[in-house]
């Protein structure tokens, strides 16, 4: 099934999730990739269906670890990088494997997620609000109870919101893939290589994750004092 990469979208008036509608497209264009990696390598067309059958199985096996409507669907997606990973490890191995799946979960809506969030920060009257407003909606529509947030500063200057726990790293943990935890961490890289300290007068701090050996994942928006001009130390 062919998908339509703008029916997730930011836009100037923020993001809106939809869970059903976010999941099964991101869901639908993950596959699409997979298979034009699998016909490109010269794999067996069937691989495609088995990669199908073991994510059923494995959502049916992780329900217990269901807590909320959010989790419901961040497992549903997780798991699908643990069915490809698993069977394409053998055809592939471990690093091949690796960048295939990282490929399919990050490439299809990079571009997508780039052009609508700098275009809603583009539009925004004050674009570090913007920017923090989107990450609230998403922290509390999207990810839900299965995430541990802290947010040690919140003052209209800077933002740091700390994960000291991530749903996608406990599923992976859970079955024996931490190693596919950053590839989902690549997938901010779209809404990140938005951000222009310079243009936007603001800007964004990661330094490392739980999927890259952190003991927390730091997202921190600092805000320059002068609109256009980076300031020389925040902290």
Same mark, same amino acid.
């Given at each position: 099934?062919?998908?339509? =990469?703008? !029916?997730?979208?930011?836009?100037?008036?923020? &993001?809106?999730?939809?869970?059903?509608?976010?999941?099964?497209?991101? @869901?639908? $264009?993950?596959?699409?990739?997979?298979?034009?990696?699998? +016909?490109? +390598?010269?794999?067996?067309?069937?691989? @495609?269906?088995?990669?199908?059958?073991?994510?059923?199985?494995?959502?049916?096996? #992780?329900?217990?670890?269901?807590?909320?409507?959010?989790?419901?669907? #961040?497992?549903?997606?997780?798991?699908?990088?643990?069915?490809? &990973?698993?069977?394409?490890?053998? +055809?592939?191995?471990?690093?091949?494997?690796?960048?295939?799946?990282?490929? $399919?979960?990050?490439?299809?809506?990079?571009?997508?997620? *780039?052009? %609508?969030?700098?275009?809603?920060?583009?539009?925004?009257?004050?674009?570090?609000?913007?920017?923090?407003?989107?990450?609230?909606?998403?922290?509390?529509?999207?990810?839900?109870?299965?995430?541990?947030?802290?947010?040690?500063?919140?003052?209209?200057?800077? &933002? =740091?919101?700390?994960? =000291? *726990?991530?749903? &996608?790293? !406990?599923?992976?943990?859970?079955?024996?893939?931490?190693?596919?935890?950053?590839?989902?961490?690549?997938?901010?890289?779209?809404?990140?290589?938005?951000?222009?300290?310079?243009?936007? %007068?603001? +800007?964004?701090?990661?330094?490392?994750?739980?999927?890259? %050996?952190?003991?927390?994942?730091?997202?921190?928006? =600092?805000?320059?004092?002068?609109?256009?001009?980076?300031?020389?130390?925040? !902290?």
């Amino acid at each position: 099934m062919a998908t339509d =990469h703008h !029916d997730i979208e930011i836009d100037e008036g923020g &993001y809106v999730p939809d869970p059903d509608r976010d999941t099964a497209v991101l @869901l639908d $264009a993950f596959h699409d990739h997979i298979a034009r990696t699998v +016909r490109e +390598r010269s794999l067996p067309d069937e691989l @495609l269906g088995a990669i199908r059958v073991l994510h059923d199985d494995l959502e049916a096996a #992780n329900a217990h670890l269901i807590d909320d409507e959010p989790s419901r669907h #961040n497992l549903r997606l997780t798991l699908v990088l643990v069915a490809a &990973y698993r069977t394409l490890l053998p +055809r592939l191995g471990r690093d091949d494997a690796l960048a295939a799946v990282r490929a $399919a979960f990050v490439e299809p809506f990079h571009e997508t997620f *780039r052009a %609508g969030t700098l275009a809603m920060l583009d539009a925004a009257p004050d674009p570090f609000t913007a920017m923090v407003a989107l990450s609230k909606t998403r922290e509390e529509q999207s990810f839900g109870a299965t995430f541990t947030f802290d947010r040690p500063v919140d003052d209209g200057r800077s &933002y =740091h919101l700390d994960v =000291h *726990r991530c749903f &996608y790293h !406990d599923v992976l943990v859970a079955n024996s893939a931490p190693e596919l935890t950053p590839a989902m961490c690549a997938f901010d890289r779209s809404w990140i290589e938005a951000i222009d300290p310079d243009r936007h %007068g603001f +800007r964004f701090e990661r330094v490392t994750t739980i999927g890259l %050996g952190g003991t927390h994942c730091p997202f921190h928006f =600092h805000r320059d004092t002068i609109v256009g001009e980076k300031e020389a130390d925040l !902290d």
